[in-house]
């Protein structure tokens, strides 16, 4: 890092050694969060600011913020069915289960999507979610989110299958499990706007149908 001689280093507030690294070396930087979607936006405004594109930042931000408004808009009134969000981290059959809560911006698109969380009491972003837990719940929908390298169509299909032992879910019995992978799903930024329309498909089908050149103008932002 000391090589490539940065003008900025952008990161995390978190990170003390990245924080402690900069300081000792009086590297410009600038530390930000990103774990919900206000936060997102400060973000890349102050991105904007630091390398001097502060049009281009207020462009992106009203072009993500038009397609929350019109999912937010065409969703009114519309009734929320219950859901279980989870990471797609691992392959691994004996994985842990790890759900999404509603204090991060993963679950406020789910709630924007019409979902209702069935993990809206937890405190924590991304809980331990046990399997006598999804019984107990039986939420009308499961979604499992995750890079494209693991939810491959093979695994997306092996997953489905474990969900088959679990009968008494509705998810489960009404065949309601959906597999969601993008390389930039778990990652806070501008293109998570695009995932907001796999979710709504997934919760809300007979909804998702519905475009307009709002969703359209901004599918694949830049």
Same mark, same amino acid.
């Given at each position: 890092?000391?090589?490539?001689?940065?003008?900025?280093?952008?990161?995390?507030?978190?990170?003390?050694?990245?924080?402690?690294?900069?300081?000792?070396?009086?590297?410009?930087?600038?530390?930000?969060? @990103?774990?919900?979607?206000?936060?997102?936006?400060?973000?890349?405004? =102050?991105?904007?600011?630091?390398?001097?594109?502060?049009?281009?930042?207020? =462009?992106?931000?009203?072009? @993500?913020?038009?397609?929350?408004?019109?999912?937010?808009?065409?969703?009114?009134?519309?009734?929320?069915?219950?859901?279980?969000?989870?990471?797609?981290?691992?392959?691994?059959?004996?994985?842990?289960?790890?759900?999404?809560?509603?204090?991060?911006?993963?679950?406020?698109?789910?709630?924007?999507?019409?979902?209702?969380?069935?993990?809206?009491?937890?405190?924590?972003?991304?809980?331990?979610?046990?399997?006598?837990?999804?019984?107990?719940?039986?939420?009308?929908?499961?979604? =499992?989110?995750? $890079?494209?390298?693991?939810?491959?169509? =093979?695994?997306?299909?092996? $997953? $489905?299958?474990?969900?088959?032992?679990?009968?008494?879910?509705?998810?489960?019995?009404?065949?309601?499990?959906?597999?969601?992978?993008?390389?930039?799903?778990?990652?806070?930024?501008?293109?998570?706007?695009?995932?907001?329309?796999?979710?709504?498909?997934?919760?809300?089908?007979?909804?998702?149908?519905?475009?307009?050149?709002?969703?359209?103008?901004?599918?694949?932002?830049?």
């Amino acid at each position: 890092i000391i090589t490539l001689k940065p003008d900025l280093i952008i990161h995390q507030p978190n990170k003390q050694k990245i924080k402690n690294f900069v300081e000792n070396l009086s590297i410009p930087n600038l530390p930000i969060a @990103m774990l919900s979607f206000a936060e997102i936006y400060h973000s890349i405004k =102050e991105i904007g600011n630091a390398v001097h594109r502060e049009k281009a930042a207020d =462009e992106l931000i009203q072009s @993500m913020q038009e397609k929350i408004d019109y999912n937010r808009k065409r969703l009114a009134g519309v009734s929320q069915k219950s859901v279980l969000l989870l990471l797609g981290i691992s392959n691994d059959a004996m994985r842990e289960l790890y759900g999404v809560g509603p204090k991060t911006f993963l679950g406020e698109m789910l709630a924007l999507a019409g979902g209702k969380n069935i993990l809206a009491e937890t405190q924590a972003q991304y809980p331990k979610v046990s399997k006598e837990f999804i019984i107990h719940e039986s939420p009308e929908i499961i979604i =499992e989110i995750g $890079r494209t390298d693991i939810l491959t169509e =093979e695994s997306s299909v092996k $997953r $489905r299958q474990g969900w088959q032992k679990f009968s008494t879910i509705r998810a489960v019995k009404n065949q309601n499990i959906h597999m969601i992978g993008a390389d930039y799903i778990l990652i806070p930024g501008p293109r998570l706007v695009n995932i907001i329309e796999l979710f709504v498909k997934a919760i809300h089908p007979e909804v998702a149908s519905d475009k307009s050149p709002v969703a359209e103008k901004v599918e694949h932002p830049r």
